[in-house]
């Protein structure tokens, strides 16, 4: 007799761009090369600064347990970071360390939902975020959008959404790289405080941008939510550790969270974290070198039939409509991988409604591998 498996555990759908990862990695290991378009990680190191210190901490420090919430120093550095940043106080108690922003979310969930609410996001959108609310009984709401409003939520969308406890607005967007602007993060938290929705906003690619400013929800809310991450513009993905920024009332609920369920984030790599502020100069070439491959890409991709794209404002990604040459983008990616060794990620990870006609091609290799999976593209493509 098998054990019995938990209706939400069975109900949770597959990360559909960690599965094309590991069909990207047998084909490697069979001999074959693989450009990888499609995992969402820079392909550098942690910041030479970081990496010095988390030496010192292991030559200096016990590495055992440390405060649920974060070491003192680590914390009141993030603080920090908003008034430089955003020329916004934030206190440092308000700062949560997490492990990883997605160990940040179900903290955030948790502590602002019940069973059963409705939290609103928009699609296309990633993918974990609605993996997780249902994980928690929680009820994903997707909003439609398109490219008029930068596939992005509004407060019209919202107005039809019915009943709504929460909202998720991603800016830089994963999939999309669209950004939300000061003006309209204003009218969503606006629109969220006269409605007694929790706003929750995911800034983890904050610092990687090409067009316009970003805007972080604490300039315009003491009730949002702000994620974030070391692991995409500080280059520390594997080092799994990001942070909350949350309203006071919160705070003590996520950390009694936080004590049983992580005890605490890993010790070293919060030494590693605070020393990556001071790297800005190396992060800003990564930076430079993302949209070298960007421009790289938007010059090169139409030749091989590619050429619909969301406007790549920031992050590190390119949200390709290929509706004109598949209805079946899963299939699509698998052939492409197979017959050109070039791994993208299929739509449907993103949009359930619409995925099947959309993927999505990251940049955050090298510009020689941009320029590869170009030629090899413009090949398969070829009559």
């Known amino acids: 007799m098998s054990g019995k498996l938990s209706r939400r555990g069975g109900a949770v759908d597959p990360f559909i761009v960690m599965d094309v990862m590991a069909a990207a990695a047998e084909k490697e290991a069979a001999g074959d090369t693989v450009i990888h378009l499609e995992v969402g990680q820079p392909s550098t190191p ?10 010192a901490a292991l030559d200096s420090d016990r590495i055992g347990y440390v405060a649920a919430l974060g070491i003192p120093a680590l914390r009141e550095r ?37 069973a059963g609410d409705r939290v609103a996001l928009a699609a296309p959108g990633y993918p974990a975020y609605r993996n997780i609310l249902t994980a928690l009984n929680l009820e994903a709401v997707d909003l439609p959008t398109s490219a008029a409003d930068l596939f992005q939520p509004t407060v019209e969308a919202l107005k039809k959404a019915g009943r709504i406890d929460g909202l998720i607005v991603a800016s830089p967007s994963n999939p999309t790289g669209t ?14 405080a006269d409605n007694g929705v929790r706003l929750i906003s995911d800034e983890i690619y904050h610092g990687i941008v090409y067009e316009g400013d970003t805007a972080s929800a604490v300039e315009v809310s003491d009730e949002a939510i702000v994620v974030n991450s070391f692991s995409k513009y500080f280059s520390m993905t594997g080092w799994r550790v990001g942070w909350l920024v949350v309203p006071q009332e919160l705070v003590r609920p996520i950390e009694r969270l936080t004590q049983n ?54 992050a590190f ?23 050109t060794g070039v791994a993208t990620t299929p739509g449907v990870d993103f949009d359930r409604a619409r995925g099947a006609g959309t993927l999505r091609i990251s940049f955050a290799g090298s510009a020689a591998e941009m320029e590869e999976a170009v030629r090899r593209l413009k090949a398969w493509r070829r009559p």
Request: glycine share 8%; hydrophobic share 45%.
């Open 46 to 55: 942690a910041p030479k600064g970081a990496l010095a210190a988390a030496h």
């Open 78 to 114: 993030i603080a920090r970071h908003y008034r430089e940043a955003y020329r916004t106080e934030v206190s440092p108690e308000r700062v949560i360390v997490t492990t990883g922003s997605s160990g940040g979310f179900p903290l955030a969930f948790l502590a602002s939902f019940d």
């Open 179 to 192: 950004m939300v602007g000061h003006a309209e993060m204003k009218a969503l938290a606006g629109w969220c």
């Open 261 to 314: 369920f992580f005890i605490s984030v890993p010790t070293l790599s919060q030494h590693a974290a605070l020393a990556a502020f001071d790297c800005r100069g190396e992060l800003d070439g990564h930076v430079r070198r993302y949209r070298r491959n960007r421009d790289l890409l938007l010059a090169g991709l139409p030749e091989a039939g590619f050429d619909r794209f969301a406007p790549a404002e920031g």
């Open 317 to 339: 990604y390119l949200y390709c409509d290929v509706a004109h040459l598949t209805n079946d983008s899963r299939d699509f990616c698998k052939r492409m991988l197979a017959e």
